[in-house]
């Protein structure tokens, strides 16, 4: 089993930053793809950045310019560094990691962090 645990949630007001930190621990033997989404009430969750293991990223538009997701993979964590956050950010923000964890079988499965609240006030 694998788990995610996520810190650096909070309240912000508009224009703030925010630093999110995801550490997976457990049965690991590689991780391909980390990264972050969010869920906002009555929306879907959707994805806010990706990162790769050979630290390629991928950024929702929206977060484009503001957001920046980086990785230690010695660690197996990953990081979100949220600036110019705007009421809009608000949301639960979770970790995921696609993970192999078997050395024998080149299998991957999703895990989920439980998610932090990030608030950003007008």
């Known amino acids: 089993q694998v788990q995610l645990v996520e810190s650096g949630g909070g309240l912000v007001q508009a224009g703030g930053s925010l630093r999110l930190s995801c550490a997976a621990s457990?049965?690991?033997?590689?991780?391909?793809?980390m990264g972050w989404y969010r869920q906002a009430p009555g929306n879907k969750r959707e994805l806010v950045a990706a990162a790769t293991s050979g630290s390629s990223t991928n950024y929702a538009d929206s977060v484009k310019g503001r957001f920046t997701i980086s990785r230690d993979n010695a660690k197996n964590t990953v990081y979100l560094q949220m600036n110019s956050l705007k009421p809009e950010d608000t949301a639960v923000y979770y970790c995921n990691a696609n993970v192999r964890e078997s050395r024998s079988f080149v299998v991957y499965h999703d895990y989920w962090g439980q998610g932090t609240q990030v608030t950003v006030s007008s």
């Open positions: 457990g049965s690991i033997f590689s991780i391909n793809v």
